[in-house]
């Protein structure tokens, strides 16, 4: 099939067009420092507060009503041990890696859900880590931060085609049976994934991630990285069914990994479930 032309050009070309948004300085150090999953609270700590503005961000979010704290915390150690690791390792990667956009441009976007679905995300893909057999290589601490990052591509369309962006969000609102990359071919001529993919590669992040960003939909992806891709992938639908309060069928789970038992995939749901509450705060609290 012949491929979209937009302006003349394909959807590639004119990725490659696009000016490339700044990945803010130390970010790729951040994200390869949260994924050791031995620090402790005075080395991430000593991680974070490299970032002042994240810094200030995790302190706030340690003293906010979410956290009711019972008296003020002062220092980030005290904040980072406040939130968890968990909390600190995937806010701090969002935190640096939303600086560049601005996603007020688009009126049909929501940065608030947007981050709170990439939490969830995070959450989920680390949470199946222990659960999925064939995971053995893969850590909690990547896994996390994949699905944290999976749909960046979106964040970049939004802030360089907010108009297109906007009419495609509210293509997929009008038509329950139009998803968001169908929308956006449509409109583009390429997807959330193909510029997801196209970022992560000129900003040189870990190949994981490039390959996350760019397939992590297809169920029936056998590449390199595949462990991950299909974690993430996992990961996203179990998140959007929970968003939607139904159940993942077992033909869904099946097409993402064969190997997961229906009871595991039921404690991973349940948990998530249980956290709905705090990472919306945070998301709220944060974005």
Known sequence: M????????????????????????????????????NIDFAELASIVEKFPSIA??????????????????TSLEDACARLGFDVVRSTSIALAIATPFNPTKCP??????????????ADAACRLVPVLSSSGNLKPSSARAAGLLHNLGLLWLV??????????????????????????????GFDQMQAGGHLASRWELSEPLVLVMTHYSKTSYQGPQREIITTV???????????????????????????????????????????????????????
């Open 2 to 37: 012949t491929e979209l032309k937009r302006n003349g050009m394909t959807g590639l070309e004119q990725l490659n067009t696009l000016k490339l948004p700044s990945l803010p300085a130390g970010t790729p150090y951040l994200i390869k420092s949260l994924s050791n999953e």
């Open 56 to 73: 200030g961000k995790l302190i706030s979010l340690a003293n906010s009503v979410w956290s009711a704290p019972a008296s003020a915390i």
């Open 108 to 121: 049909a976007f929501d940065p608030e859900y947007f981050w709170y679905s990439a939490l969830m995300t």
């Open 159 to 188: 802030d360089s085609f907010p108009d297109e962006v906007h009419q495609a969000l509210t293509m997929v609102k009008k038509d329950q049976f139009t998803t968001l990359q169908q929308a956006l071919l449509q409109i583009l």
């Open 233 to 287: 992938g996992l990961a996203v639908k179990l998140v959007s069914n929970t968003l939607k309060e139904v159940s993942c069928t077992e033909q869904e789970t099946r097409q993402w990994n064969s190997e997961i038992s229906r009871d595991d995939l039921s404690e991973v749901s349940e948990q998530l479930n249980k956290q709905i509450v705090n990472i919306r705060a945070i998301a709220k609290e944060l974005f």
